[in-house]
């Protein structure tokens, strides 16, 4: 394999990590402050990556507007899905587990729905870029996937920043930690609940768009994309940030190369196997590694 | 103060259930109908055994499908390719999906949604196998032709025939699972369920007991598998996605968690559901997300915590504070 | 005589922290035995290291000799050392009798083949568990509740289910996390009784206890620790007349000093 083939890719892994890596952000912070995994989170990406889509073509915005339509949407979607189910089921006193899966009935819910009002047939976006490739040396790039790294890795930075340095993200950190305490230093969960479902959203909408540019926007493309962020967010440690942003993009790079280094076919059993592997050694996913280092 | 729901109207409640089924046949005898409901009694036999993981023991596992292809994999072969009577491949079906489970011991010691994780990747990992390992499984193509159950002369040639063996299947796991719930294996597993470290300290073995506690559920759902293949007499990988897995974990939870009963009740609904819904085509998968949203939220033990409370409502109006937990053992 | 339960040199760290420090102590059979200390003395690690629901970092655990350093916890409790914890472990969803039935675990044989078939010997091994359990549970004075739900019991009641869980399998030790904490003065003297009792059928028992009069009351022999260090050992007089331990309880000077003085003065 020449450097040329090895750069493309990486980059490759890199860009559809940087997805999973943003669907499992969302998941990942959900967990921590809810304890609920959203098998739904996949169907919030797919709402933002189909409604931007609509966007564009009614509106005929530019790229960043739509990408910034699609976060807004997805995101109001999932605090809208947390407020009007979630949130009811945890004051009726559902256990978690019968949440979780509701979370799944969710799922199926916003698949029919977008299915039903949007049509089965996959949509294409518009091109959009001049260019078809970059070329870096005898590496041919195409500009979406560059998109993607540079655009995942900025609002997951941005992400970084909120949590840090935000009296907001500060609260949201808090109330993971320790729901009751955080009450009793007056910080409103229902509210702080909310937010972390919205930036969830957020996250995931910005997911749909790049995903959807890369390829095209249907009512189904949300769920395997879902479970496999899932799956990486669980091989970073679930609850940690830093670990659901490792862990997507680790998962996108070893499907990519174990495609073409190892057997297409079994691109997807890769993943899988190597999950089991480190789950056997840290339990507890590669956070367990982070922390037993320590 | 016994707090015990009563055990005659559990008994009560479940011979009511299993004469409702075997009388469904009196119903209607079209085939199509027969062949759903049958259907719903192989899933209600997986589902039992998802039961004894989840409901018993507290394990939650995302694996099942696996183990259901694996049987029915096994007994469409055996059959078909290797000639072996009926009963003799749905046995095989069910000790081959146990030898699989083995693979499995090791990362039963994983806890809660890790272990989910694990099990939806072996899921993933078998589901591949059957689609591209084609001299074993005829890849995407399937199997076809499965032959008809059969035991010992006796063809299973109608639907009704093969309604009444998966119900005799049912109810024979429905009572094997019964007697080990009230056993040492069984309070070894609720024992861990509740209190891993407790019941180390009372000297089980927690790692043995979760492993042994996976192969019986594997070897129900080995024959579950093997009724399915010889049921739809076609097999195909797509049967056998995780999707199936989250299926089988959505009938075990819905009936309501650790009711043997529920779960029977719940592969009904997961299966029959979708079918009875075909009237209004294009809206039924919205109507089966939301009902699903629905059914999670009648509270703490689903369906049977329901139907143990209006019970119970009847029977003594306004008993107050008395636990659901057992009541809900049916 | 051998003792029953020995520590050999035990450390145990936590990362930086050193939770029991070298500490060497011998429990002979018939015994009770007081393990006390201030906050954070490391009591309740030692006795997760005699349990084997921890590994210490280094030094032996020996029980009648035999080495179980690295015993799993369920093998130690079928070797017959059995526990209590601190805020009551029980299992809350199951009844009474179904508690102390877990207990018999690994004294039954009966697998999953013949809870299927329900054969003979799985019927009478399962009705002579029952009597067995029933008895324990008379024992501790719960036998009238033998199938209510264990959570539904009040504490008291509970913290006794959990003894009569962990003796239902005749062990040779018995270890006590807190029994008396949150009992008040009546359930704490019913306590004393039954390990009392406990004790005169010819189980060696170790306390961990912060209450002060069930552990003079009761104990044969004390042990002190100290930020995870052996203090001092020995009789109850002996410990509550070391100035050491005195000291490790009050803190230097002052009130230490003053209780020593009105000590003294009334001998």
Known sequence: ?294 | MDDKFPRTLVWAGRIVMFAILAALPLISQQDYFIHVVSLALIFGVAALGMQLLLGYAGLLSVGQAAFLGIGAYTSAMLTKEHAWPFLAAFLAAGVVSALVSLVLVPITRLRGIYLGVATLGFTIIVHLVMVNEEWLTGGTLGVLAIPHPSIGPWKLGSEVAVYYFCLAVLVIVFLAFHRLGDSRFGRALQAIQLDEDAARASGINITLVKSQCFVVAAVVTGFAGSLFAHHAQYLNPNDFTFWKSIEILIMAAVGGVGSLAGAVVGAFVVVILPEALRAIDQWRMVIYGSLLIVFMGFGPRGMAGLFALATRWILARGQAGVPVAKAARL | MTPVLEIATVTRRFGGLVAIDEVTTAIAPGEIRGIIGPNGAGKTTLLNIMSGHMRPSSGRVLFAGRDITKARADKVAAMGVRRTFQNVRLFGEMTVLGNVLVGLHANGRAGIFAALLRTGRQRREEHSMIDTAMQALERVGLAAQANTIASSLAYGHRKVLEIARAIVAAPKVLLLDEPAAGLNASEAANLIGVIRRINAEGVTVAIVEHHMEVIMKVCSRITVLNYGKHLAEGTPAEVQGNAQVIEAYLGRGGVAERIMELKAAHA
């Open chain 1, 1 to 294: 394999m020449g450097a040329a083939q090895l750069v493309e890719l990486a980059v490759g892994g890199l860009a559809i990590g940087c997805i999973y890596s943003l669907i499992a952000l969302g998941m990942t912070m959900i967990i921590r402050a809810t304890g609920i995994v959203h098998f739904a989170q996949g169907e919030v990406m797919m709402v933002g990556s189909v409604l931007g889509l609509s966007a564009l073509l009614l509106l005929h915005l530019p790229f960043l507007a739509v990408l910034l339509v699609g976060m807004a949407i997805a995101g109001i979607a999932a605090v809208a899905i947390e407020l009007g189910i979630y949130r009811t089921l945890r004051m009726r006193g559902t256990p978690l587990a019968n949440i979780i899966i509701a979370t799944i009935g969710v799922s199926i819910l916003l698949q029919n729905v977008v299915q039903l009002a949007w049509g089965s047939e996959p949509k294409s976006y518009p091109k959009l870029f001049a260019t078809d490739h970059y070329t870096f040396g005898a590496a041919k790039l195409s500009p979406q996937l560059i998109w993607i790294i540079v655009l995942g890795v900025v609002v997951m930075l941005a992400l970084q920043a909120f949590l840090r340095w935000t009296r907001t993200g500060i609260a949201m950190q808090a109330a993971a930690q320790d729901p009751e305490a955080a009450q009793l230093m007056g910080i409103n969960l229902t509210r702080s609940t909310a937010i972390t479902f919205l930036i969830g959203g957020v996250l995931a909408g910005a997911a749909g768009v790049l995903l959807g540019s890369m390829f095209f926007a249907s009512f189904s493309m949300g769920f395997l994309p879902g479970i496999k962020a899932f799956v990486a967010a669980t091989l970073g440690g679930l609850g940690s940030i830093g670990g659901a942003m490792v862990g997507g993009i680790l998962f996108g790079l070893l499907e990519t190369f174990g495609a073409v280094w190892i057997s297409t076919a079994y691109k997807d059993a890769i993943g899988m196997v190597l999950l089991i592997v480190i789950l056997l050694v840290f339990p507890q996913g590669l956070a367990g590694l982070v922390r037993r280092g320590r």
